[in-house]
């Protein structure tokens, strides 16, 4: 989903040398939560590829994939919310 939050497993560690370098942007920018849209735009690649880029970081346990909040899909007005908040982090 695109609104799933995503971050890295111990924000304290360098990314691993041996990754590529999309997998080693998306360490990175997840040391503070994100959502996989946020991720996706923020290096302009496209959504597909940047969930299978995190599935493969998670399966390393090199990042963790956030649960949501309630197990069913957010309300319209949750996912207006965090695009806004999305985009306010992009403007600033």
Do not use: W
Request: glycine share 4%; charged share 20%.
């Amino acid at each position: 989903m695109l609104q799933t939050l995503v971050s890295v497993a111990d924000p304290g560690t360098a990314p691993p040398k041996n990754l590529l370098p999309e997998s080693e942007q998306i360490h990175r920018l997840c040391r503070e939560a994100r959502s996989v849209a946020e991720i996706s735009a923020e290096l302009k690649i496209p959504v597909g590829v940047t969930q299978v880029l995190i599935s493969d970081l998670a399966d390393q346990e090199l990042i963790y994939i956030h649960p949501t909040i309630t197990g069913h899909s957010p309300s319209e007005n949750q996912v207006l919310e965090r695009a806004l908040r999305g985009l306010e982090r992009l403007f600033q």
